[in-house]
T-cell receptor
Framework: AQSVTQLDSQVPVFEEAPVELRCNYS??????LFWYVQYPNQGLQLLLK??????LVKGINGFEAEFNKSQTSFHLRKPSVHISDTAEYFC???????????FGAGTTVTVRA | ETGVTQTPRHLVMGMTNKKSLKCEQH?????MYWYKQSAKKPLELMFV???????ENNSVPSRFSPECPNSSHLFLHLHTLQPEDSALYLC??????????FGEGSRLTVL
């Protein structure tokens, strides 16, 4: 079984500043990694995913994440945020053998002008 | 259109009512899921169906009853709910890799 820890529950940030959301996981097997975003009153939308290959993954809306196997991390970054990036962000890990997805508790990002 | 459609988007019910949530996926996926999202709590997996067969039930109270008539449709039947069952109920589907495609959710309020 795997578990996911999102180290920050709330991240306030000013518009046009960079942001990093931290995610660590624990698993005894190989995994797939995901970041989802949830805007107010909506479902979850996939931002990006790591399945294999390059450890730097680019997603939608200018986000990227880097898979670090030795540190079991998959941190999400954006160099310059917009007000519209205000949302909740979820890191998730899937076991490659049975595809069961485990979610972190979420990080609320609030972007201020 | 997101590919996964949930109805109704909002539902208010009394504790003695019987209602149902509906989910339909247009993606050709073989697995469908119900998640519960409560304020300040992590996403809780409730049920998983794979090729119409229930493969996971995460100790969900019997007042929640899922139904999966085919790979494209999933229902959650609700009966004698409690106020603490008020939450956003999310449906999702997947094919491989564990990547989930979510609907927009059904916001349930139990009075």
């Amino acid at each position: 079984a795997q578990s996911v820890t999102q180290l920050d529950s709330q991240v306030p940030v000013f518009e046009e500043a960079p942001v990093e959301l931290r995610c660590n996981y624990s698993s005894s097997v190989s995994v797939y990694l995901f970041w989802y975003v949830q805007y107010p009153n909506q479902g979850l939308q996939l931002l990006l995913k790591y399945l294999s290959g390059s450890t730097l993954v680019k997603g939608i809306n200018g986000f990227e994440a880097e898979f670090n196997k030795s540190q079991t991390s998959f941190h999400l970054r954006k160099p310059s945020v917009h007000i519209s990036d205000t949302a909740e962000y979820f890191c998730a890990v899937s076991d490659r053998s049975d595809y069961k997805l485990s979610f972190g508790a979420g990080t609320t990002v609030t972007v201020r002008a | 259109e997101t590919g996964v459609t949930q109805t109704p988007r909002h539902l208010v019910m009394g504790m003695t009512n019987k209602k149902s949530l509906k989910c339909e996926q247009h993606l050709g996926h073989n697995a469908m899921y119900w998640y519960k999202q409560s304020a300040k709590k992590p996403l809780e997996l409730m049920f998983v169906y794979n090729f119409k067969e229930q493969t996971e039930n995460n100790s969900v109270p019997s007042r929640f009853s899922p139904e999966c008539p085919n790979s494209s449709h999933l229902f959650l039947h609700l009966h004698t709910l409690q106020p603490e069952d008020s939450a956003l109920y999310l449906c999702a589907s997947s094919q491989d890799t564990g990547e989930l495609f979510f609907g927009e959710g059904s916001r349930l309020t139990v009075l």
